[in-house]
Every structure is written in structure tokens, then in C-alpha cells.
């Protein structure tokens, strides 16, 4: 492939049917069902509220060869201090730009740009992905990502969910910064996404179920998302997000019985949340009796020249399957 | 001054046990453990390069090479173990190099798919980064212990029904284990072979640690399953760790009953926390969740070096079958 020609540049709106022909050449070699239309991708990345930042391989012609990218976000540390990030999704290119025997391939060109272009050294920005095993590897050998942990998930048969007695009940909830304020308090001091009522609204998919559970004077106690997809070949309820203190036993029943009320009204057999054993609602899950099981993925992470300091934002950071693009 | 770098069988002894003395203060290494640590040269050989300064050991870098299996194949695994700098040169500038040194060279010497193919270990934070930087770790997962917090009224479940009860066995039939570990190597993509002649090294002839071995049998005297218990404070005081899991997947009641029995031995014996640690992404991993052994973050991360190519990444990451006896934390 001659390389004169070719530019590596952040994609524009007229670059969509380019870039979006170039996923389908990437992900139908995989997965012939695969399909991804062109709102969904508008969706995903220009009407993202936090921003994003991508680089794309062009060939003269227009034809896009390879992308790499990541949606903003935002995150506490620990010290309360705020920092920008990196979801890295929809990183691929086309077989012929692909590197190999020594030659670099476009999409690892795309992501040395990337992090020249978006990632500062300076605030030391934080990029993470959960990669199948073989773009993992792939990331691994190019494009420095560091090794943070295996995807773990929570799971069990959705009989797992069983409410406790409770006066309160979930009702439909409001997104909006409420849920925010929460979150700041039940994972104070500790590293975590920041929620926000945009963020959540574009985040969230459309079949998503989101309830709240309310305390007297109207303030928020409890906030879940969930939504019925197939996971691991089964049906399964996937907790998105769950705030709710973790000393809130009525919020926490009250959660649950919604919870419960959806997989009997929705299908689901099994139940699925984020897994890390470290996580501050994992005595719950361990208690209803969900199990901790490893996927396949890996959990990536990178800091400019810093791996040192990728590892260990890593390993503080609270997830819920809400800062990933696994469901 | 020049700095020289020999293979441990080419070093004296003595020299090296100063400096592993020197390196690991205040905890010393009894002529009985280094005679242990060396191994036969067939179940367990020690290996390492040492540098050697002013006629003093100033570094090393070294793996216990140990018979195992790989897909079906025999194959070596390497522990790395007793890798050092001593005190004289630690905080210098060439520190890390020396050690990043020792380990190329003990890499070159030691590791290959016809020698040792595999070397792993769990490296201290302060010295992950250097070798996956230099020394081609490759970060397999970060390992999640499961533990159970015990009372003081634990019971050996009555209800399980498998031929024989538990028994208290350190030795035992080499026979009979070894046809219990011939069912283990097949479940076990990659593993050091905790075949008899293994566990009489590692377990029996080890000088200063106790162990419990603990054997479930079928009624025809078949081993249906094993484990091997450990004083461990590595992770939680007070603790007796599962340190081996010899229990092959379709005998989940032999699992039962010597979990049980394990929880009420460490639980006679003082013991506050049962602990195991088995891969994530293995079976065993999901059958003593059922046993109500909790999963728990360990922060350690298993590295591995590999040397067969026939083996990729994901090979590893899914097959690398370690339990704690396959360390140096009991």
C-alpha cells in the first residue's frame, strides 16, 4: 500500500460513512451480524456530552484505513481532585493497513497520535479499554497498554435477587444531578467516574431501567440502572449502576425488589454486575449470592510515559459496568 | 570495579548464602533450606546468575526449574525466586541495572522451550515494573484469594457421601497420588506436576515447614481427592491457607468434605481466616465460591516469562494453573 498519501487526522462529520464503512470491514470479519448505524455512531461520539478525541487513518481516496479513539470523562481521585480521561472504544483497522514484521500498522500510528494530541503529560490523563483477548494483545505490543486486571463480573441465577422488608419503595427516576451528589457521597474518598445527569442521559441505552428511591424531605437515597440483554450467551438483568450507601439497608431492599420486580417482567435468568472483590458493595452480592466470575477481556490502561501511575489509577478506580462499553 | 556473573553451580556456596542472608535480614537460610532449595536436579533444580564483585555476591536472579505439564506435554516451569540486590549496592544508581542484568543472563541461560519454557512468579510492586519493562513479564492476572472467616465451632460437614472419610495422610501411596495427579494434568492446561515425587520435595522433605495433607478416598481406595494445609500469614494473621487443591472438577463432593475438614482443622488449630488461592478462570475457583470461601483482592499480580512459542498469551492467561504451594508464601 503506497503510504505517501495517506493522513492520520481527527475524523469530521463528512468522515462518517468513511469511518463507518471501515467498522463494518473490521467487525463483520469477526461477526457477520455486526452492524452499527450511522445515528448510533452519531450518537456515540459527536452528541457525547464529555467530548472526545479520535485520530483516523485517510488513504487519498477518502477511504479510512483505521481509528482509534476515546469518549471523555471525568474522574474523582481520592483526594477529591478531579481529572480528565479516556474510554477507549471503536479502535480498528482495515486488514490492509494492519502492521506486521516489523512494520507499524495505521491504527498503532493512530493511537501514537492520539496520545501526542489528547493525552497530557502535564494532568497526566488517564485512558483505560476492555479489550477482547486479541485486541488486548495487539494494544499491548503497539500501542503501551499496560496490564490492569482481568473483567470480573458478579453473577448468578436472577432467583439471587431476593429484597428484604422495607417501608420505602424505587419508583421511575429523574436523571439529574441529584444522582451526582450521591454518587460523591457514597464513594467519597475513593476513585471514581463522576456521574452527571448529561452524561447519564447519553450513556444510558434506550431500553435501560432507571429507579430511584426517595427519602422524605424528597433527597435522593438510592439510584440503579439496569437493562435485560443477552450476556454471556443467557439473558441477563445487568446492574449498569447501583448508588446507594452501603449502610442504607431500606434503600438498598427497596432497590432490590424493583430489581426483582424487572427480571420477573422482563425474562432475565441470570443477573450480572460489575466484579471487583474491592468494590464497597461487594459483601451485598456476596450475600445474595452472586459469585465473582473472570472474563476473557482485560482491563488496559494507559498514562502517558507513566505506567507505574496507569496501574494504580487502575486499581483504585470503582467501576460499574456504566464505565464500560461491555453492556 | 568490575562486576562478574556466574552461574550458581559455578559460584560457591557459601558466597551466595551470605548474600542471600545480607539481602533478606533479619531472616537467614539454614544449610538444611539451601540444600532444599537446590532440589534433586529432576523434580526441582535451583538456577540462577549471580554477580559477583570484589569476590562478594552483590546480586542475583534465579527460578526453582520444576517438572510440569503444558497441553498434554512435558514441559519445565520456573519459580522465580531468591532475586536480590544486597544492601552495599541497593539505593545506588546501578542497582536496578544489576538486577535487570542478572535476570537477561538467567533468562539467556535458563529459559527456553527445550530447558525451562515457562518462569513465573508474584513480584513485589517495587519490582513489577522493572521486569516488565526489562525483563519481558507478562502480567497474566491479578490474583484474587478466597477466604473464609471462621468460628470456633467448625464441624466436618456429616452429609457428604464419598467412599471413605477424610484422613490425615502426609505420606501416602505413590501410586495413588500419582493416579489422582494424572487426572489433574489432564484438567490443567499448564501446571507444575504435583505428582508424588514432587509433593514428597516440596511438602515432605521441606525442613522447617508443617504441613497437612488431607485425602478424600473413593470406597475402592481411590484417591478422589487431596489437599495440602499451611500456616500462612502472607495475606491475614492467623490464618491456615488451602495451599494445594488436588481435587479434580467432577468431585465436588470430595471438594465438600475436605473443605470442611480443612475449616475445622484450621479452626482447632487457633486460626481465624481459611484462604486458597486457585486460577479465576478455573473450576475450582467457582466450587469453593460454593463452599462460602469469599473472594478477596490480593494486589498481587502473577507475571509469567514464556519461552515456548506454541503458547500465546491467551493460552496462558486462561491455562496457568498455580495454587499457593506453587510460591514461596507457605
Given at each position: 500500500m503506497p503510504t505517501d498519501d495517506i493522513v492520520i487526522r481527527p475524523p469530521q462529520l463528512a468522515d462518517e460513512v468513511a469511518v463507518l464503512d471501515a467498522w463494518h470491514a473490521c467487525f463483520a470479519r469477526l461477526d457477520p451480524a455486526a452492524r452499527l448505524e450511522a445515528s448510533a455512531w452519531r450518537r456515540r461520539w459527536?452528541?457525547?456530552?464529555l467530548g472526545w478525541q479520535a485520530q483516523a487513518a485517510f488513504a487519498a481516496?477518502?477511504?479510512?484505513l483505521a481509528h482509534f479513539g476515546g469518549l471523555g470523562f471525568r474522574w474523582r481521585t481520592p483526594e477529591g481532585g478531579l481529572r480528565r480521561g479516556w474510554l477507549v472504544v471503536d479502535s480498528f483497522a482495515r486488514m490492509e493497513a494492519r502492521g506486521g514484521l516489523g512494520k507499524r500498522g495505521w491504527l498503532a500510528r493512530c493511537c501514537e497520535r492520539f496520545i501526542a494530541e489528547s493525552m497530557s503529560r502535564e494532568q497526566r490523563d488517564y485512558a483505560h479499554g476492555f479489550p477482547v483477548p486479541r485486541a488486548w494483545e495487539l494494544g499491548r505490543r503497539v500501542m503501551r497498554y499496560e496490564f490492569a486486571d482481568e473483567v470480573r463480573v458478579w453473577t448468578?441465577?436472577?432467583?439471587?435477587?431476593q429484597p428484604w422488608p422495607t417501608p420505602l419503595e424505587a419508583r421511575s427516576a429523574v436523571l439529574d444531578e441529584r444522582i451526582a451528589r450521591l454518587d460523591a457521597m457514597v464513594y467519597a474518598r475513593t476513585a471514581r467516574i463522576e456521574r452527571s445527569a448529561a452524561h447519564l442521559a447519553w450513556r444510558l441505552p434506550a431500553d435501560a431501567q432507571c429507579v430511584e428511591v426517595r427519602a422524605?424531605?424528597?433527597?435522593?437515597r438510592g439510584f440503579a440502572a439496569w437493562r435485560t440483554t443477552t450476556f454471556l450467551g443467557e439473558p441477563h438483568l445487568v446492574l449498569l449502576d447501583w448508588v446507594v450507601d452501603v449502610a442504607d439497608a431500606l434503600a438498598q431492599g427497596a432497590l432490590l425488589a424493583a430489581a426483582r420486580n424487572a427480571v420477573r417482567t422482563q425474562g432475565a435468568t441470570r443477573v450480572a454486575v460489575w466484579g471487583s472483590?474491592?468494590?464497597?458493595h461487594a459483601a451485598l452480592w456476596w450475600r445474595l449470592g452472586l459469585r465473582l466470575r473472570a472474563l476473557e477481556n482485560v482491563q488496559a490502561c494507559f498514562v502517558p510515559h507513566d505506567a507505574h501511575e496507569a496501574r494504580r489509577v487502575a486499581s483504585e478506580l470503582y467501576l460499574s459496568f456504566l464505565d464500560t462499553d461491555l453492556a | 570495579m568490575s562486576i562478574e556473573f556466574r552461574t550458581f553451580d559455578e559460584l560457591d556456596p557459601k558466597l551466595l548464602a551470605a548474600a542471600y542472608d545480607a539481602a533478606f535480614a533479619p531472616r537467614t537460610r539454614t544449610a538444611a533450606a539451601w540444600s532444599h532449595a537446590r532440589?534433586?536436579?529432576?523434580v526441582a533444580r535451583l538456577e540462577g546468575i549471580a554477580a559477583v564483585q570484589a569476590g562478594r555476591v552483590v546480586a542475583a536472579y534465579a527460578s526453582c526449574s520444576m517438572r510440569g505439564v503444558c497441553q498434554g506435554n512435558f514441559t519445565r516451569l520456573g519459580q522465580v525466586v531468591d532475586s536480590f540486590v544486597t544492601p552495599e549496592v541497593r539505593?545506588?544508581?546501578?542497582a536496578a541495572r544489576l538486577l535487570v542484568q542478572c535476570g537477561e543472563r538467567h533468562f539467556a541461560r535458563h529459559g527456553g522451550a527445550d530447558t525451562t519454557a515457562f518462569h513465573y512468579g508474584w513480584p513485589i510492586e517495587a519490582v513489577r515494573p522493572l521486569g516488565e519493562a526489562h525483563l519481558g513479564y507478562l502480567p497474566l492476572r491479578r490474583e484474587v484469594v478466597l477466604y473464609s472467616e471462621l468460628s470456633g465451632s467448625e464441624s466436618c460437614p456429616g452429609e457428604v457421601q464419598v467412599g471413605g472419610d477424610v484422613e490425615e495422610r502426609l505420606s501416602d501411596g505413590q501410586a495413588a497420588h500419582d493416579e489422582l495427579w494424572e487426572r489433574l494434568a489432564r484438567e490443567?492446561?499448564?501446571?507444575?506436576?504435583?505428582d508424588a515425587a514432587w509433593l514428597r520435595w516440596r511438602?515432605?522433605?521441606?525442613?522447617h515447614t508443617s504441613y497437612e495433607r488431607l485425602v478424600v478416598r473413593h470406597a475402592?481406595?481411590?484417591?478422589?481427592g487431596a489437599v495440602v494445609l499451611a500456616a500462612s500469614?502472607?495475606?491475614?494473621?492467623r490464618t491456615i491457607a488451602i495451599a494445594d487443591w488436588l481435587v479434580p472438577e467432577t468431585e465436588s463432593s470430595a471438594a465438600a468434605l475436605l473443605v470442611g475438614a480443612a475449616r475445622a482443622r484450621a479452626a482447632a488449630a487457633g486460626a481465624k481466616v481459611l484462604l486458597a488461592l486457585v486460577p479465576?478462570?478455573?473450576?475450582a475457583f467457582d466450587v469453593l465460591q460454593q463452599l462460602q470461601l469469599k473472594p478477596h483482592d490480593s494486589g498481587r499480580y502473577l507475571c509469567v516469562r514464556s519461552?515456548?512459542?506454541?503458547?500465546g498469551e491467551r493460552d496462558l492467561r486462561a491455562g496457568l494453573w498455580t495454587t499457593m504451594l506453587d510460591s514461596d508464601l507457605v
Open positions: 459527536s452528541e457525547h456530552p481516496d477518502g477511504t479510512c448468578a441465577s436472577s432467583e439471587a435477587l422524605q424531605d424528597g433527597g435522593l472483590p474491592r468494590d464497597p | 532440589g534433586d536436579g529432576a539505593g545506588t544508581l546501578g490443567r492446561a499448564i501446571a507444575v506436576s504435583h511438602v515432605r522433605e521441606h525442613p475402592d481406595g481411590r484417591l478422589a500469614d502472607a495475606w491475614h494473621p479465576t478462570r478455573s473450576a519461552f515456548d512459542p506454541r503458547v
